[in-house]
Nanobody, 115 residues
Framework: QVQLVESGGGLVQPGGSLRLSCGFS????????MGWYRQVPGKQREWVAD???????TYKDSVKGRFTISRDNAKNAAYLQMNSLKPEDTAVYYC?????????WGQGTQVTVSP
């Protein structure tokens, strides 16, 4: 059974940076597309970024140029480097792993951007 564990969230001032990590276990990490999503109370979870098994990346328009998704297949981990953070980036951030027909989610990590 695949398990995902996020870490790296916290409180940061506007303009600051955070790096989220997603640890993966239970299957062959390199064969999965990894993604980051975020959710604020009362709103639907929204997609932030993806990285495929071959390293192709895609981003939500509002984070392009500020966020970078990456993966380290040797460490079974995915990352989200977040720079120039804004208050509207405040959310619980979730890691997702997918390989047809299965999808797995982590438990989430809180990111708060506030003065």
């Amino acid at each position: 059974q695949v398990q995902l564990v996020e870490s790296g969230g916290g409180l940061v001032q506007p303009g600051g940076s955070l790096r989220l990590s997603c640890g993966f276990s239970g299957s062959i990490f390199s064969s999965y597309t990894m993604g980051w999503y975020r959710q604020v109370p009362g709103k639907q979870r929204e997609w932030v970024a993806d990285i495929t098994s071959d390293g192709t990346t895609t981003y939500k328009d509002s984070v392009k140029g500020r966020f970078t998704i990456s993966r380290d297949n040797a460490k079974n981990a995915a990352y989200l480097q977040m720079n120039s953070l804004k208050p509207e980036d405040t959310a619980v951030y979730y890691c997702k792993a997918r390989r047809w027909p299965n999808t797995y989610w982590g438990q989430g990590t809180q990111v708060t951007v506030s003065p």
